[in-house]
DNA sequence: AGCTCTTCCTGAAAGC
DNA sequence: TGCTTTCAGGAAGAGC
């Protein structure tokens, strides 16, 4: 599952070989992930790759000088989310393709950048700038951007479930389950807690245990567990290191209890039970009766 | 308004 | 053994 430091670690691989290529031709398979195939058949060909950049999840890829625009000095920026299962990689076109391999790029160093996706969670669409700008105000900041002081503003203020918050990419951008899992842990922070139910102590030990957690798992270039492979096909490490996640039933890393599995925001939340103390009023999402 | 639940999709794993 | 069912999850949209 690609989350913020899977996401960064394919973004430094692309960022070692696209730069200055130029696409010279667009193959597609299944669109449905894509927000306007179309356009992109006609725009991409001809146009030059330039800086590549993650926000939050998204890969950009910035583009200029496409087919129907020599003469514009408008930029071109090609957004791509992995979703669940996402993978992109860039390698001779004589490699063998991968199933559920839905988008091809050849370029200029008859290299080709393929694009392989089999529930095809992700989201591929080309914006402009204006598109972009609207983006990002309405979008939260980056995980690794934002400060100590607005995490502890913003997520004070909301009653959600921390975890609920930490998914939620409108706050914060970058976190999904595993990592989510994994911060609240190191911050000894009940899943189940509501924000607004933290103090500002907590909230900036829990945006410090997530700066540490996603520093160290960059570090060890992701955690593979089916499908996430960098850039070059190959995968992290990050998940010999994983606390909680995964690891229902197994001791606790710092007191040795077993570790726990609920569902928090209709996802696997994985705690210690005596290290991430439950709310006083557990909220149950529906009465189990037998 | 703000929060939670459901839905999309496929392959792996569990169940019978 | 082999078929069927369940589960995993990012994020939009529906529902409350």
Redesign the pocket.
């Known amino acids: 599952?690609?989350?913020l430091p899977e996401v960064e670690t394919v973004v430094r691989g692309l960022q070692a070989v696209l730069p200055g290529r130029r696409i010279l031709s667009v193959r597609l398979g299944?669109t449905?992930f894509i927000d306007d195939p179309k356009l992109l058949s006609e725009r991409l060909p001809g146009s030059s790759i330039g800086w590549i950049s993650r926000f939050?999840?998204?890969i950009f890829v910035e583009l200029s000088g496409g087919a129907r625009d020599t003469n514009s000095e408008a930029q071109l920026h090609l957004l791509i989310?992995?979703?669940?299962?996402g993978r992109v990689t860039a390698c001779a076109p004589s490699e063998p393709v991968r199933?559920?391999t839905h988008v091809f790029f050849a370029l200029d160093d008859g290299n080709e950048l393929r694009y392989t996706d089999?529930?095809?969670?992700g989201?591929i669409r080309l914006a402009d700038d204006a598109w972009m700008d609207a983006l990002r105000a309405r979008w939260g900041e980056d995980a690794l951007a934002i400060g100590a002081a607005e995490f502890v503003q913003r997520a004070g203020?909301?009653?959600?479930?921390i975890k609920?918050?930490l998914?939620?990419?409108?706050t914060v951008?970058?976190?999904?389950?595993?990592y989510?899992d994994e911060s609240l842990w190191r911050a000894k922070i009940h899943p189940a807690r509501?924000?607004?139910r933290l103090n500002a102590k907590q909230l900036r030990t829990l945006h410090r245990a997530i700066r540490t957690t996603l520093l160290a798992a960059i570090d060890l270039r992701g955690s593979s567990f089916?499908d996430y492979v960098d850039a070059e096909g190959n995968p992290g490490m990050f998940q010999r290191m994983h606390r909680v996640?995964?690891r229902e039933g197994k001791a606790c890393r710092r007191c040795g209890s077993a570790i726990r599995?609920v569902?928090?925001?209709?996802?696997?939340s994985f705690f210690c039970p005596r290290c991430q103390l439950a709310p006083r009023t557990p909220?149950r999402?529906?009465a189990r009766k037998k």
């Open positions: 599952m690609p989350e299944k449905d939050g999840k998204f989310h992995l979703g669940m299962t199933p559920h089999p529930r095809r969670f989201k203020r909301r009653g959600a479930r609920a918050l998914l939620d990419q409108h951008r970058g976190i999904g389950n595993i989510a509501r924000a607004d089916s996640y995964q599995r569902q928090v925001a209709g996802r696997s909220k999402s529906r």
